[in-house]
């Protein structure tokens, strides 16, 4: 217990141990993780201490000077989409997003270039750090399923129940099933002489499976749908590239395809919408809202309609009858953000932004490829794309703070992992 503690008198390690609690109760505290697990590298770092302020600026952004050529089209996107909003509907909302895009790119470039200097005993402690908080993360979500079950049946655990609902645990639980991944590469991969490693290769594997399905089982009963799905996905996809890790750029890439022909795509989806709606209104909305977007992007499709033009983009409310013993259920066709990363920048930045943003995933898995070699390396990289890929299609806004500091958040962790030199 007195080590356990010892590790909280290094500040450098509080954001991944704070991570579970801060992601429980909102997604925008991942951001400030971010901030602050960048002033601790700045601070421990003696050569930044003697630099003036204009030499500091420059190591700032020295990491978007070598940029690799995802980055660099990355950059690119973020170039074409800021000039979009000079033709967007609300110009000064958009140039605001756009610099908040890039304060949140400079912040994960710095952490990147910083992390490399790290000793690995550290790392080794900021990743054991980060499992730890990940698990009181999914202990909270269990707490918030068995007390929402219990109160059902007794109506005092309402008034004691000071956790989030079920309605409310969208967030939490996209981590939950996200971080799974580096959280399992830890213990496959770092700790040699634990429980886990010195069980059978077949035992491993059930136990990794094991923790999957229940996180899945978990957030689906939690009713966040898309972080269920994705994590499913994820599994079926790792024991797939574990089998056959040559597959690993076609399938992805398959994937990636999808979401830039989607907007050609939703007039067929839309004919499944009775049977949809009589199951799950909720995804019978995003087929709506899909809809709507693909007319919407046909009628500007080259340079699109502006950054961030999908939240003041003139909208209508229309009524679906599912049957007559049901009441009609009215819906918005376009509430905030199509919940759909391709149709969101197909709809704001043409066939331009949607060809950068292609372009971006494509040399990003052709990068992926060519780091993580070994088949279980792949695997567990495979998986978690597709299970960021899911709520990328089916969720979430593609510009919002939160998810764009998870993705952030998620690519620090798996460089510590990699940074380790113990994934063999």
């Known amino acids: 217990m007195k080590n356990f503690f010892s590790h909280f008198k290094n500040p450098l390690l509080w954001p991944f141990y704070l991570f579970g609690p801060i992601a429980y109760g909102g997604g925008n505290g991942i951001l400030i993780l971010l901030g602050f697990l960048c002033i601790c590298l700045f601070f421990k770092d003696p050569s930044i201490k003697r630099k003036s302020f204009q030499q500091v600026w420059h190591h700032f952004w020295a990491p978007f000077r070598s940029l690799s050529l995802p980055l660099f089209i990355l950059f690119?996107?973020?170039?074409?989409?800021?000039?979009?909003?000079?033709?967007?509907?609300?110009?000064?909302?958009?140039?605001?997003?756009?610099?908040?895009?890039?304060?949140?790119?400079?912040?994960t470039g710095t952490l990147i270039s910083q992390i490399r200097n790290l000793p690995l005993p550290l790392i080794k402690k900021c990743l054991l750090g980060f499992v730890a908080s990940w698990s009181v993360l999914i202990l909270l979500l269990i707490l918030t399923l068995i007390l929402d079950i219990l109160g059902h049946e007794l109506s005092w655990i309402n008034n004691v129940n000071f956790l989030k609902k079920p309605s409310q645990i969208t967030r939490p639980a996209l981590f939950a099933s996200l971080f799974f991944w580096p959280s399992c590469a830890f213990?496959?991969?770092?700790?040699?002489?634990?429980?886990?490693?010195?069980?059978?290769?077949?035992?491993?594997?059930i136990l990794f499976?094991?923790?999957?399905?229940?996180?899945?089982?978990?957030?689906?009963?939690?009713?966040?749908?898309?972080?269920?799905?994705?994590?499913?996905?994820?599994?079926?996809v790792y024991l797939f590239l574990k089998k056959f890790p040559s597959f690993f750029s076609i399938l992805l890439n398959a994937a990636v395809g999808l979401g830039f022909v989607f907007p050609f795509c939703t007039k067929y989806i839309l004919n499944s919408l009775l049977f949809i709606s009589s199951h799950k209104p909720s995804w019978a909305h995003r087929l709506v809202i899909w809809d709507f977007v693909s007319?919407?992007?046909?009628?500007?499709?080259?340079?699109?309609?502006?950054?961030?033009?999908?939240?003041?983009?003139?909208?209508?409310?229309?009524?679906?009858?599912?049957?007559?013993?049901?009441?009609?259920?009215?819906?918005?066709?376009?509430?905030?953000?199509?919940?759909?990363?391709?149709?969101?920048?197909?709809?704001?930045?043409?066939?331009?932004?949607?060809?950068?943003?292609?372009?971006?995933?494509?040399?990003?898995?052709?990068?992926?490829?060519?780091?993580y070699f070994v088949p279980k390396e792949r695997a567990l990289i495979g998986g978690t794309f597709i299970t960021f890929l899911t709520p990328f299609y089916v969720s979430f806004g593609v510009w919002q703070t939160w998810w764009l500091s998870t993705l952030c958040f998620i690519t620090i962790l798996w460089i510590l992992l990699k940074k380790s030199n113990k994934i063999k």
Not at 86 to 105: E, V
Request: hydrophobic letters at 50%; aromatic letters at 20%; glycine letters at 6%.
């Open 76 to 107: 690119c996107l973020w170039v074409y989409m800021t000039f979009t909003a000079f033709w967007s509907l609300q110009p000064l909302y958009a140039l605001g997003t756009a610099l908040r895009l890039l304060f949140l790119f400079a912040l």
């Open 187 to 205: 213990f496959i991969f770092q700790t040699k002489h634990s429980f886990f490693q010195r069980q059978s290769p077949f035992f491993q594997e």
């Open 209 to 236: 499976f094991t923790l999957g399905i229940s996180v899945v089982f978990i957030t689906y009963f939690l009713n966040m749908s898309a972080a269920s799905l994705g994590l499913f996905l994820g599994l079926s």
């Open 295 to 371: 007319d919407a992007i046909k009628q500007c499709p080259y340079l699109g309609w502006g950054l961030e033009a999908s939240r003041f983009l003139p909208s209508s409310t229309i009524e679906l009858f599912l049957t007559e013993e049901t009441s009609p259920l009215f819906l918005n066709t376009l509430p905030l953000h199509p919940h759909n990363a391709f149709l969101q920048v197909w709809l704001e930045g043409g066939v331009i932004g949607a060809s950068l943003l292609s372009c971006f995933l494509f040399f990003l898995i052709s990068f992926l490829k060519k780091t």
